[in-house]
């Protein structure tokens, strides 16, 4: 599966990834908004096989074959999102 990744500007290693270059038409405008300026850092072949640094690739696939996109947090903001107590994302 083809990806197309981005980089916001707006916020330090968060990245949007598009299954079609330069189609934002299925990210919603309140998210697609709060991303600020995107910049176009790659063009990636997704595998079952291939291993990404942070993120399940399983995972990315199903939502760019259902969503059409997938947002890559920081990883400082996913620290902050999970309960210390449960492990569970807030």
Known sequence: MQC??????KKDELYLYL???DDFSAVPDPLLNSLGRLVFVMELQLTLQRKLAREDVK?????????HFFVQMPPAF???AINKTTGQLH
Request: charged share 25%; proline share 0%.
């Open 4 to 9: 197309f990744i981005y980089k916001s500007q």
């Open 19 to 21: 299954d079609k270059l």
């Open 59 to 67: 995972k990315v696939m199903h939502s760019l074959q259902t969503k």
């Open 78 to 80: 996913i620290n902050l």
